[in-house]
């Protein structure tokens, strides 16, 4: 029911915005995230909006990622900026209806987009 694009090769302090579309009415008063998985690394949490329009960031990625939302194209967007080696991972976006407490959690999603590749090179 989602769909991440947008990913690929940039290099340090580039940028790329990545894309998450859903079927229509499939995500209407849910939450939607992203989260993301480097090599050997666990799924970590990158940010989040609710369907009330709060936002959320890890610390790692404030003040250089900014999550949107279209609520009539069913879209969510990461624009990536100030990209770092350490981005690497492989993106994935969420649905759910997260609280604010919850926000960060995997349990708290119910859909999971197939994910996307962004590679940063140093």
């Known amino acids: 029911q989602l769909q991440a694009s947008g990913g690929g090769l940039v290099q340090t302090g580039g940028s790329l915005r990545l894309s998450c579309a859903a079927r229509?009415?499939?995500?209407?008063?849910?939450?939607m995230a992203w989260f993301r998985q480097g090599p050997g690394k666990e799924r970590e949490f990158v940010a989040a909006?609710?369907?009330?329009?709060?936002?959320h960031y890890s610390d790692s990625v404030k003040g250089r990622f900014t999550i949107s939302r279209d609520k009539v194209k069913n879209t969510v967007y990461l624009q990536m900026d100030s990209l770092k080696p350490e981005d690497t991972a492989i993106y994935y976006c969420?649905?759910?209806?997260?609280?604010?407490?919850?926000?960060?959690?995997?349990?708290?999603?119910?859909?999971w987009g197939q994910g996307t590749q962004v590679t940063v090179s140093s």
């Open positions: 969420a649905a759910g209806r997260a609280i604010v407490s919850s926000v960060t959690m995997i349990p708290s999603y119910y859909y």
């Open positions: 229509e009415g499939t995500i209407s008063g849910y939450g």
């Open positions: 909006i609710r369907w009330s329009g709060g936002i």
